[in-house]
């Protein structure tokens, strides 16, 4: 089967690309799946599952504290593989998942991604992966036809954009900022410059994340980019949310409204 991230590329045009994410695990495993359905019936495109890790230097206090109680609740790599497959039952949405590299070496880098694989993963972000040390890991995805996501950022060099702008299989993931994860209430004109930049740079498609919390801020940022990925302020909708069907349908409302603004 062809890869679901590139089938949808291909149709992209001048669409632009919305891909909530979602900690697997949180509040629990049977919700955090339930929230990929909700995602894919209501606009997205991708949805990034999170695999929770006890150093996520990446992510800000909100994917932390997501991270914390999955874990808490004993979410682990084979858990979330059996998730996937289960989901993919109900669901053709492109799922990448994003996660930190320890786990994947202690699983086993090539047993991860032929399991990713065949569970029905489409590709993969590993922050803490640099693009220069991944050489067993880029044979692997494409041995198993994975999509390779490197994260670009303000302070990537235009040698480095380049090398990451090859090595990416299909997109890039742009951080708009230079620190961790969280929603912001606005973005400056440095932000708009630095992805008009990339706009110029990269030769593939590019999704923009770190700090996108409303309609307002997607729409900024999509001037610029291909699409944008949301995680805490989703993360932050599912936490003040007095019940599980009331997160599901704040979730559902939250990504419509989005979508709304990008079309």
Not at 83 to 108: A, C, D, E, F
Not at 205 to 229: I, K, Q
Request: proline share 5%; glycine share 8%.
């Amino acid at each position: 089967m062809t890869n679901r991230i590139r089938s949808r590329l291909d149709k992209l045009g001048k669409n632009k690309l919305l891909v909530p994410f979602f900690t697997a695990g949180y509040p629990d495993m049977k919700t955090s799946f339930e929230f990929v359905r909700v995602a894919a019936d209501n606009g997205a495109d991708f949805v990034e599952l999170g695999m929770p890790f006890s150093d996520p230097l990446a992510d800000g206090p909100l994917i932390q504290h997501s991270s914390h109680v999955a874990l808490q609740q004993g979410t682990n790599l084979d858990q979330i593989l059996d998730g996937v497959s289960q989901l993919r039952k109900h669901t053709n949405v492109p799922i990448i998942l994003m996660g930190y590299y320890n786990p994947i070496w202690s699983y086993g880098e090539e047993r991860f991604l032929r399991d990713a694989s065949a569970a029905g993963v489409d590709g993969l972000i590993i922050p803490d992966l640099p693009v220069d040390e991944a050489h067993t890991y880029s044979a692997a995805i494409r041995k198993y036809d994975l999509s390779a996501i490197f994260l670009v950022a303000p302070t990537s060099t235009p040698d480095r954009i380049r090398l990451i702008d090859r090595r990416s299989t299909d997109f890039i993931y742009a951080v708009t900022i230079t620190g961790v994860t969280g929603a912001r209430t606005q973005f400056d004109t440095d932000t708009d410059r630095y992805l008009g930049d990339l706009a110029q740079r990269l030769k593939k498609p590019f999704v923009a994340g770190f700090g996108v919390s409303s309609p307002e801020s997607a729409r900024r940022l999509c001037h610029n980019a291909n699409g944008v990925v949301i995680g805490s302020a989703l993360v932050s909708i599912i936490r003040e949310a007095r019940s599980k069907p009331a997160s599901l349908q704040a979730v559902g409302g939250f990504l419509r409204r989005i979508r709304s603004a990008l079309d």
